[in-house]
């Protein structure tokens, strides 16, 4: 039998053709249904994104219209994903925990026939996560939950379902730029998952479902926080140097700097700075903003100091924090908000996989004992 090459993690190993979105980490470019993400991002909304990766081309005016209205009907939560909301509020349980769990009831809430099931159930995912979100993050907090507003876009309504108050056009235009950024990203983790259940001809909210799982695991959706955190611990401009030299002393990650798959700087966090920055012009604590570029600054001339050649340049996870912040998130809801704009490239994946009919089903290599002998129950 020829020897199996073991690939850990399957690092390396192609398992899909796509035209969702490509990596390329050697030349810091990502690719969206062909655009370039900072082309595409900071311009399209969040709906057009989505039109885009479920129908290949970006939709006109009319098609735009009828895919709002669309998602717009189907944000309402069915009675008994409210219910289970209510039951995880009173356990304090985690919002992703509470997505996943919530998540899974959403297809009660269709009853489409079989060759429209998919179809249904995917602008039910869509419109119904922010929903999903905003209502647990008020649930938890004694709040009661608030209906959504049909005539309110996807991520202005998400804005306003969490604090009442519809947001500015910037605010709106900071959270579809970040859900545009980060809708897909070739093979990770929780990508992989949904595309491996829906492989099995398992049912869409299934594998969404699953997706949720993986992302919920802090290497995959945790990192957006401790980023933060870092700025907040800093404090002030001057504590910067002395505070990023202790911890690269010490052997730690800075977070929010370099990242597996890039090599130079993550061309997300170019489009997330700049959606910060405009942001940050009207709304938000403008000394934060001011602080965290001085933190970037020092930081990536101390990487460069430390540990020379490594191009450990700045990754989204820091500007996505700075920008969550800036639309007043606390860092509790980082994970489950990227999960808003991720959900919709999971659905895209998981018809390219229904389109490919193919299940995944890597091998493995057996490497335990042999040529073992049974003993009986009483000789053991």
């Known amino acids: 039998m020829t020897a199996l090459e073991v690939r850990a993690g399957l690092d390396g ?16 470019e990502l690719v969206i249904a062909g655009f370039a993400v900072e082309e595409l991002a900071p311009q399209a909304t969040f709906e057009e994104v989505v039109y885009l990766l479920w ?3 970006l939709p006109n005016t009319a098609q735009l219209s009828e895919f709002r209205r669309d998602l717009a009907a189907a944000r309402t939560l069915p009675q008994i994903t409210l219910e289970l909301l209510q039951a995880a509020a009173a356990c304090k349980t985690p919002p992703m925990d ?11 809430a269709t009853t489409p026939d079989n060759s429209s099931r998919d179809t249904a159930h995917a602008a039910k995912l869509v419109a119904a996560f922010p929903t999903i979100v905003a209502a647990y993050w008020r649930l938890l907090h004694g709040q009661s939950p608030l209906a959504p507003r049909p005539n309110l876009s996807h991520t202005a309504n998400y804005l306003y379902m969490l604090t009442g108050e519809a947001p500015s056009f910037d605010q709106a235009r900071a959270l579809d730029t970040y859900l545009n950024t980060v809708v897909d990203h070739g093979l990770n983790a929780s990508t992989f998952a949904a595309r491996v259940i829906i492989a099995t001809q398992s049912d869409l909210v299934s594998a969404i479902v699953g997706a949720v799982g993986a992302l919920k695991g802090p290497l995959h959706g945790g990192a957006p926080g401790p980023a933060l955190e870092m700025v907040f611990e800093i404090g002030h401009e001057e504590n910067a140097e002395a505070y990023l030299r202790e911890k690269l002393a010490h052997g730690e990650r800075l977070m929010g700097f370099g990242h597996r798959i890039y090599k ?6 170019d489009v997330l700075a700049q959606a910060a920055q405009q942001l940050f012009r009207s709304d938000g604590d403008k000394a934060l903003y001011t602080l965290a570029l001085h933190v970037e600054q020092t930081a990536l001339r101390l990487l460069e100091e430390v540990k020379p050649g490594r191009h ?6 820091f500007y996505t924090a700075l920008l969550l912040h800036g639309l007043n998130l606390p860092t509790d809801l980082f994970t489950p908000t990227f999960a808003l704009g991720r959900v919709a490239g999971w659905i895209a994946h998981c018809f390219e996989q229904q389109r490919l009919n193919r299940i995944i089903r890597p091998q493995s290599v057996y490497i335990g004992e042999r040529n073992r002998r049974w003993i009986p129950t009483k000789a053991r």
């Open 13 to 28: 190993v192609v398992a899909a053709e796509t035209r969702l979105s490509g990596v390329d980490g050697q030349a810091g």
């Open 55 to 57: 129908h290949k081309d």
């Open 98 to 108: 509470a997505l996943r769990m919530a998540a899974d009831t959403l297809s009660l």
């Open 264 to 269: 130079v700087r993550d061309p997300r966090a």
């Open 312 to 317: 450990l340049q700045t990754n989204v996870e």
